[in-house]
């Protein structure tokens, strides 16, 4: 049982561990299986125990003591006999398609939350600045989707200039929108005019059943275009 605990620790669970190849580079190879008696079909849904072929994959875990992990998963493939075709059995704790496990997500948010530096993420996780970007953008939009409600009766929207545009020397805005009441951030789109807020916001309020029955302009800037005409019916 304690094996088979920190083997659940290190791999992830339904895997069980073949060998392991610890190299001084400090990167660890994780050699796993998955053992199943069968797998449904993601097409039709039906349970199959009859195995096509395997092939292994390589995803990079969450680092241990420093060391970067590596799985290496010896996946099977089974036929489904109703599809007449093949299929990979998925692997929880892996979204398909994937090359790093979501706990390998959620370990980089943590490290970008609390670390120094998005450069000493990148180095402690070993990857590049574009992934961690990436990865970082993709769990903050999970985090905030998780926390969405629909929208509230009164909305506020501010614009803050958040950069410069050195080609056309022109300052670039943000609108930020908020449930007034509660003081909640509820979105961010880039530009302040009608049309920057047209998809993202007024789409989405149109198709709400609670559309927001009031609208308050937090700026102060006088050229801004945002107006409120008329209850449930939003426009700008
Ligand atoms: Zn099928």
């Given at each position: 049982?304690?094996l088979?605990?920190?083997s659940?620790?290190?791999?992830?669970?339904?895997?069980n561990?073949?060998?392991?190849?610890?190299f001084k580079?400090?990167?660890?190879?994780?050699?796993?299986?998955?053992?199943?008696?069968?797998?449904?079909?993601?097409?039709?849904?039906?349970?199959?125990?009859?195995?096509?072929?395997?092939?292994?994959?390589?995803?990079?875990?969450a680092?241990?003591?420093?060391?970067?992990?590596?799985?290496?998963?010896?996946?099977?493939?089974?036929?489904c006999?109703k599809?007449?075709?093949?299929?990979?059995?998925?692997?929880p704790g892996i979204?398909k398609?994937?090359?790093?496990?979501?706990?390998?997500?959620?370990?980089?948010?943590h490290?970008?939350?609390?670390?120094?530096?998005?450069?000493?993420?990148?180095?402690?996780?070993?990857?590049?600045?574009?992934?961690?970007?990436k990865?970082?953008?993709?769990?903050?939009?999970?985090?905030?989707?998780?926390?969405?409600?629909?929208?509230?009766?009164?909305?506020?929207?501010?614009?803050h200039?958040?950069?410069?545009?050195?080609?056309?020397?022109?300052?670039e805005?943000?609108?930020?929108?908020?449930?007034?009441?509660?003081?909640?951030?509820?979105?961010?789109?880039?530009?302040?005019?009608?049309a920057?807020?047209?998809?993202?916001?007024?789409?989405?309020?149109?198709?709400?059943?609670?559309?927001?029955?009031?609208?308050?302009?937090?700026?102060?800037?006088?050229?801004?275009?945002?107006?409120?005409?008329?209850?449930?019916?939003?426009?700008?």
């Amino acid at each position: 049982m304690p094996l088979r605990t920190l083997s659940n620790f290190i791999l992830l669970p339904e895997l069980n561990l073949l060998s392991i190849r610890v190299f001084k580079n400090k990167q660890g190879f994780y050699r796993c299986e998955k053992v199943s008696g069968f797998e449904v079909c993601p097409r039709c849904a039906t349970p199959s125990n009859t195995i096509y072929d395997h092939r292994e994959v390589e995803v990079k875990d969450a680092p241990i003591r420093g060391k970067s992990v590596y799985l290496k998963i010896k996946k099977r493939r089974f036929f489904c006999k109703k599809c007449k075709n093949p299929f990979t059995e998925p692997v929880p704790g892996i979204k398909k398609g994937k090359r790093c496990t979501d706990r390998f997500e959620r370990e980089l948010l943590h490290a970008c939350e609390n670390y120094q530096s998005l450069s000493r993420v990148r180095k402690v996780f070993k990857c590049s600045t574009a992934y961690v970007y990436k990865a970082l953008y993709h769990q903050l939009e999970l985090k905030r989707r998780m926390n969405l409600y629909p929208w509230p009766k009164t909305i506020g929207i501010d614009e803050h200039k958040f950069k410069r545009n050195k080609q056309l020397s022109i300052a670039e805005f943000a609108s930020i929108i908020v449930d007034y009441n509660n003081k909640r951030v509820m979105e961010l789109v880039e530009g302040k005019t009608a049309a920057g807020l047209a998809k993202p916001v007024i789409e989405d309020l149109c198709l709400s059943e609670n559309s927001c029955s009031e609208m308050v302009k937090i700026s102060t800037g006088a050229e801004n275009t945002y107006s409120m005409i008329g209850s449930n019916n939003t426009q700008f």
